[in-house]
């Protein structure tokens, strides 16, 4: 910590006439004295470096100092002559004029008072750090970092800057940069006077990032606002690159509420290419890009005790600024990690902007309206905002060809930085071959409220210009550019007057991705969460070919496998934990809503399917009525694979803190067979009562039925699955199109079976609730389970809302309060 003995900065008085102030010397309230930047990195230092976040000390100019220097050339005159007849729609006039602007103070020397502030500020924080002082150069605009304005990138900042020359010239381009062609046009579409803002310059002690790695995190869901998570991205090298999107980065998740409470819960780990790392250069230049080895791509930029250590910042700043602004605060940090010390740094902190200000009481939704599945996409990358949008093809591949761009068009570029942002806000859609969710192009596109997909790869290549395509980011994390325009509805609904009812409405959820943005739907949990979404599209391998990795035979399958699991030592871990997140994810978007996870139900044939699958694998003639669900997790054939999806609920339960799950044994035939399966999950760790457990057990057989009395003395639930019900009560294969028009859950026969079986749960006080697809599809079907007084209907998530008016209104016909 610097202390005044350390500085020899000469002042003329207090704060507000300072040439320079030095960061623990101002707080978040001196704004209009220093700009957002550096009074919240003075906040930190002052409030947060007690409780054990590291933020590198420095010092900063003050809008004083650089209103002084206005003043002392009489500058300000000639830039509003300048900018008087400026139309910011003419790109042509706004980057002359811009040029102009940033001319005039580039050519205008700093008086020599303020030369000699600045130099003596730098020398005196060389003797704090023993030695010549490398810095990091950042505008501080007066105006910036408010709660409706990011002001995000709009001036520049310098790295790796050294020498009280280095510093008074990057200072110099900073005061110039506050007129550069996007800060200029984003103040006019903002509403802000360009001479009610003033530039500080903030000079802060460099993490040597260049030697380990940097990034960005939020406290909040970037693309759905969901407030319980932290998101972490990560890259090697200068955090420039994933802030310029120019690499695509590591994320991470992690659920706030059980961390707080002392769990560890990384809920997603995603491994991005990271391919460049920027570095210090030779002194030619201040930073360069080196190719990171393939063999380091490969590797997560962070241990999971740095993505903890983290997370634990990030919850203490958001805490200390929602304290400050008396309201929910989530934030927008940048931090870094010193590759010789390997101490993590807080570098800016900054309110979020987006997501904080969008209101909470109206749900809107974008969904492609097509009569079969969607078309195989174009391409696909990561996916901004949760929108759909279509239009024509323009691609950008130089700033300086931003005039050739039309209002409405698609933009595709390989990247973008603040210079796009005079045309960024008239695309209907962006698309850039490189970048994260915490790039340029992402921040910009939430702001504009525009769909975006990052980091495709080769979009500039397989994308041609004038060509129609709809991007469509309502999918999930996975935003996907289709041919043509493809009809698509937009839908808004008002939460504030929707009833609540006695039968509980719960989601039917698969895709993990999607978890975050489905639990804003009005709902009471999930009555269905399928584990065989997770094991196929995330894990993709047979947990035995995993555990028995050696004694593989085919070879191509044994290299494929080997390389998807390169980050782990212990094949079998990578199903534990990639399964672990999947089921912790959906679980914390409902948090602490119970969340029902039906254990694997794959088929013989479906398990054959996976990686290494068919060496583990029979032939059966009907899968169907096969070897499948609790069959096989006490069989020799599976149990080594079902211990494993037992050890990724134990993780989820009691490393990550998610209670709130209840394991489901599906296509359970007899009670004996349950207390087989039962005691199966006690021997690897997950036994009936202990940590709250319960256990619940798919109602889908006629035996189920039958001995209904029976099972709910061995299981804590039940869950109807009214298509195996249908298919076995009625005798009909449900993927036969022969029979097909037979199969109708609304069959009286079904429906007497879903009545017994309701019927004898409630006699043992045991909780009964349906998951199958009866209810989505047909309003008589909830009437009659609102008759048998069910406890929950668990509903895909696109009838949740109407189901939901559905059972009120049936509720209300019968007298329920």
């Known amino acids: 910590m610097v202390t005044a003995s350390n500085r020899t900065v000469s002042q003329s008085g207090g704060k507000d006439d300072s040439f320079v102030l030095w960061f623990d010397e101002i707080g978040i309230g001196d704004i209009p004295l220093v700009g957002g930047k550096s009074a919240s990195l003075g906040e930190m230092i002052q409030q947060l470096t007690s409780q054990g976040v590291n933020v590198p000390m420095g010092f900063t100019t003050t809008a004083y100092a650089y209103r002084y220097f206005l003043e002392s050339a009489d500058l300000e005159a000639q830039l509003r002559a300048l900018l008087a007849d400026l139309h910011v729609e003419d790109i042509e006039s706004l980057q002359l004029k811009g040029k102009q602007a940033r001319s005039l103070l580039m050519h205008t020397p700093f008086p020599h008072e303020l030369v000699e502030a600045i130099a003596t500020a730098y020398q005196s924080l060389c003797e704090l750090y023993n030695g010549e002082v490398d810095v990091a150069v950042r505008s501080s605009a007066t105006a910036e970092d408010l709660p409706d304005a990011s002001f995000a990138g ?13 510093v008074l010239a990057a200072c110099h381009r900073c005061f110039a940069s506050l007129f550069t062609d996007r800060a200029i046009s984003y103040r006019q579409r903002k509403g802000f006077d360009h001479f009610s803002i003033a530039l500080a310059v903030g000079v802060q002690k460099m993490v040597r990032s260049d030697l380990a790695s940097s990034g960005v995190m939020f406290s909040i869901d970037t693309e759905t606002g969901f407030k319980d998570v932290i998101l972490i991205t990560a890259a090697y090298g200068l955090g420039e690159n994933i802030v310029q999107g120019t690499v695509n980065p590591d994320e991470y998740y992690v659920f706030k509420p059980t961390f707080q409470a002392g769990f560890q819960p990384i809920i997603d780990k995603k491994l991005g290419s990271k391919k460049l790392q920027m570095v210090y250069d030779d002194g030619t230049k201040f930073t360069k890009n080196l190719h990171v080895p393939e063999s380091e791509q490969n590797k997560f930029a962070l241990t999971d005790g740095e993505i903890l250590q983290l997370s634990h910042w990030a919850c203490l700043i958001e805490k200390h600024y929602s304290q400050v602004h008396q309201s929910y605060c989530p934030m927008d940090i940048e931090w870094a990690k010193d590759g010789i010390t390997n101490q993590l740094f807080v570098v800016q902190a900054r309110p979020e902007t987006v997501q904080s200000q969008k209101p909470k009481n109206v749900l809107k939704t974008y969904k492609l309206v097509l009569e079969n599945q969607p078309p195989i996409p ?15 093809v323009n691609i950008i591949l130089n700033v300086n060809r931003i005039d050739q761009f039309q209002p409405g068009d698609i933009l595709v570029a390989e990247r973008t930085d603040p210079d796009w942002e005079p045309i960024m806000k008239h695309a209907s859609a962006i698309i850039t071959n490189s970048g994260g969710r915490t790039c340029h192009a992402a921040i910009i596109a939430r702001e504009l409220g525009v769909p975006a997909i990052v980091g495709c790869g080769n979009a500039t290549e397989i994308l041609q210009n004038g060509q129609q395509v709809t991007v469509s980011c309502a999918e999930g994390e996975e935003g996907k550019v289709y041919a043509g325009l493809l009809p698509f509805m937009r839908e808004e609904v008002f939460l504030d007057n929707l009833p609540r009812t006695q039968t509980q409405i719960l989601m039917n ?7 975050l943005s489905l639990s804003a739907i009005p709902n009471d949990g999930v009555g269905l969460a399928r584990t065989e979404f997770i094991i196929a599209n995330q894990i993709q391998i047979h947990p035995m070919a995993l555990i028995h990795y050696d004694a593989l035979t085919d070879h191509f399958v044994k290299n494929k496998i080997a390389e998807i699991t390169a980050n782990y030592a212990d094949k079998p871990e990578y199903f534990v934990q990639k399964l672990a997140q999947g089921i912790g994810r959906i679980a914390a978007a409902f ?4 969340v029902i996870v039906r254990m694997s139900d794959f088929k013989s044939n479906e398990y054959a399917n996976l990686l290494g699958g068919k060496q583990f694998e029979p032939q059966e003639e009907n899968p169907m009525l096969g070897w499948r669900g609790a069959a096989r997790y006490y069989d020799t054939g599976y149990k080594e694979g079902f211990a494993l999806e037992c050890r990724a609920m134990k993780q989820v339960r009691e490393v990550m803190g998610l209670t709130n799950v209840i394991p489901m044994i599906p296509f359970c035939r007899t009670p004996e067979e349950g207390t087989l399966v039962l005691a199966e999950m006690a021997k690897n760790g997950l036994k009936q009562g202990v940590n709250n457990l319960q256990v619940y057990v798919m109602c889908e057989l ?14 804590d639930g039940f869950s109807i699955g009214s298509n195996d019900i249908t298919q076995l009560t009625l005798g009909i294969d449900r993927d036969s199109a022969l029979v097909a028009r037979l199969f109708d859950e609304r069959s009286e026969a079904v429906k007497r079976m879903v009545g017994m079986a309701i019927n004898a749960a409630k006699k043992h006080n045991c909780k009964i609730g349906i998951c199958g697809q009866a209810p989505s599809d047909y309003p008589e079907f909830v009437k009659f389970l609102v008759e048998q007084e069910i406890d929950s209907i668990s509903l895909n998530p696109d009838a949740v809302l109407k189901t939901m008016l559905e059972v009120a209104k049936y509720e209300n016909s019968r007298g329920k309060k």
């Open 702 to 715: 006629p035996s189920n039925v039958v001995l209904a009395e029976e099972f709910a003395q061995i299981f």
């Open 378 to 392: 174009l391409l696909t990358g990561r996916s901004v905002g949760e929108a759909i949008s279509d239009g024509e």
């Open 154 to 166: 709009q001036q520049e900042s310098y790295l790796n800057v050294v020498g009280v020359d280095g």
């Open 591 to 594: 948090y602490p809503k119970p």
């Open 509 to 515: 959820v698969g895709n993990p991705q999607e978890a």
